[in-house]
């Protein structure tokens, strides 16, 4: 009898150990997904109402601070070129020999007639930074088990106010998010599959995109080729390097 009782009152806590909390989700999450640095080559197809478009990219990045793009085709976008630098976003177009500065509501418009918004290229990597975490459930999402995590801003500077995410519980990597405003109106989904174990992390090689608010079958963005945490010349992140 006393063997059962001390069973029962350890079941509780065993049970507890076993759900992580939302914030020791994100910080797994974000071992997965953020670096020191990046460079990739990638795809991105356009879904739209009317016509599919295919567009290729060479990036680098360094942590969430800075990024570079530059766009290699089709013909009508080689050789545009995008610049982050913290909170600020510059594009030089080949065609008008222009360097642009992307700020206030121009940051919602669309980039390039994809599901993404510049705001999106904005967005911080790193979840724990800008959101506090719950465990909501648990679901099954393309046969693997997954935390369900709503995630509640911190600040009314983000982008989303509440995010919803499915985690998968070995991987730590998310497979399905849903983003809302702050009046609880879905504006997008992604969709993230191909994870891939790339070193020490795992890591989704594609992830569909669908703007909730707009006519068309979504954004997919495939990334042929990654390598994390190496050195990137400095030049590459001035407004210099843009032409």
Sequence with gaps: MKKLIIILLLTPAFLWAQEPTGKEILERIDKNMASKSTISTS???????????????????????????????????????MLKLEDELWIYSPSSDRIIKISGHMLKQSLMGSDLSYEDMMDNVELLEDYDAGVIGSEL???????????????????????????????????????????????????????????NRWYPKKIVFKDMLKKGDGTEFIIDEIEFDKEIDAYIFTKASLK
Excluded at 54 to 65: V, Y
Excluded at 160 to 188: H, N
């Design 43 to 81: 795809k991105m197809i356009i879904h739209g109402a009317r016509q599919t478009r295919t567009i290729e990219a060479k990036s680098w990045g360094m942590g969430n601070e800075k990024s570079f793009t530059e766009y290699l085709a089709p013909v009508r976008e080689k050789g545009t070129k």
């Design 141 to 199: 999402i393309d046969e693997r088990d997954c935390w369900i995590v709503e995630l509640q801003a911190k600040t009314a500077e983000v982008n989303y106010q509440i995010r919803k995410i499915w985690v998968d519980k070995v991987r730590y990597i998310p497979l399905k998010e849903e983003l809302y405003a702050k009046s609880g109106k879905l504006l997008k989904k992604t969709e993230l599959s191909n994870i891939t174990r790339i070193g």
